[in-house]
């Protein structure tokens, strides 16, 4: 059996390349070796991406708009978002516009589409049932879920409020920004598919509080 060439230097023994002896095709195995090893890192380069892709597809929420006439268990009147995507959302910020214009919440809302009035006795008249809200921002959302900020319940002993909000639910838009586990983010207006995507979710200029008047 041969032993590899060696090469002695200052009192110290290195194992050198073993060489063929043709200068050319030392260079050519050199520069395949370089090749492969170059081949070898841009696949596993793709590979992680891939992989990345994976699990950013398999974690991909997507936000739409509630705007139903028809709520369960009765046929009351909600607006709200649900997550038809596969991964759960973690939603940042909403906000709510009538005919263009922002509300601050949802007494603003029907104020502004319905006629509701401000003191309490005239809104305990109008609203008899009261109505039904939720938190919108800086909650968690899985597939498949909804959550309503807003349900007003019909009542033939006081209709107005419920038969203008149900005229007046096609002028009502949302923007709303969420992120995924992730944390990729996205701004939506929760109708089309089209979203923009973000690195973080910004401040909102108008923040929808259903808990606010």
Same mark, same amino acid.
């Given at each position: 059996?041969?032993?590899?060439?060696?090469?002695?230097?200052?009192?110290?023994?290195?194992?050198?390349?073993?060489?063929?002896?043709? =200068?050319?095709?030392?260079?050519?195995?050199?520069?395949?070796?370089?090749?492969?090893?170059?081949?070898?890192?841009?696949?596993?380069?793709?590979?992680?991406?891939?992989?990345?892709?994976?699990?950013?597809?398999?974690?991909?929420?997507?936000?739409?708009?509630?705007?139903?006439?028809?709520?369960?268990?009765?046929?009351?009147?909600?607006?709200?978002?649900?997550?038809?995507?596969?991964?759960?959302?973690?939603?940042?910020?909403?906000?709510?516009?009538?005919?263009?214009?922002?509300?601050?919440?949802?007494?603003?809302?029907?104020?502004?589409?319905?006629?509701?009035?401000?003191? =309490?006795?005239?809104?305990?008249?109008?609203?008899?049932?009261?109505?039904?809200?939720?938190?919108?921002?800086?909650?968690?959302?899985?597939?498949?879920?909804?959550?309503?900020?807003?349900?007003?319940?019909?009542?033939? =002993? =006081?209709?107005?409020?419920?038969?203008?909000?149900?005229?007046?639910?096609?002028?009502?838009?949302?923007?709303?920004?969420?992120?995924?586990?992730?944390?990729?983010?996205?701004?939506?207006?929760?109708?089309?598919?089209?979203?923009?995507?973000?690195?973080?979710?910004?401040?909102?200029?108008?923040?929808?509080?259903?808990?606010?008047?």
């Amino acid at each position: 059996m041969s032993e590899p060439p060696m090469h002695v230097a200052d009192g110290e023994a290195h194992a050198k390349p073993r060489a063929t002896g043709h =200068a050319r095709f030392d260079v050519l195995l050199a520069v395949l070796a370089i090749f492969i090893s170059g081949v070898s890192l841009f696949v596993a380069i793709e590979h992680g991406k891939t992989e990345r892709d994976l699990v950013s597809a398999n974690s991909w929420p997507f936000l739409r708009s509630v705007i139903t006439n028809n709520y369960p268990p009765g046929h009351d009147l909600a607006i709200g978002f649900s997550n038809g995507g596969v991964g759960p959302a973690k939603v940042n910020s909403l906000e709510v516009f009538y005919k263009g214009a922002p509300v601050h919440s949802d007494v603003d809302l029907l104020k502004r589409c319905c006629g509701l009035k401000s003191d =309490a006795a005239g809104y305990h008249q109008q609203l008899p049932h009261g109505i039904l809200r939720s938190l919108a921002d800086d909650t968690v959302i899985r597939p498949g879920e909804e959550n309503v900020v807003l349900v007003v319940h019909r009542d033939v =002993a =006081a209709p107005d409020i419920p038969n203008r909000f149900n005229d007046a639910l096609l002028s009502i838009t949302f923007k709303a920004c969420y992120c995924s586990i992730l944390n990729e983010c996205w701004v939506s207006d929760l109708k089309s598919t089209r979203t923009t995507e973000v690195k973080t979710c910004p401040e909102p200029r108008n923040r929808f509080d259903p808990n606010g008047d």
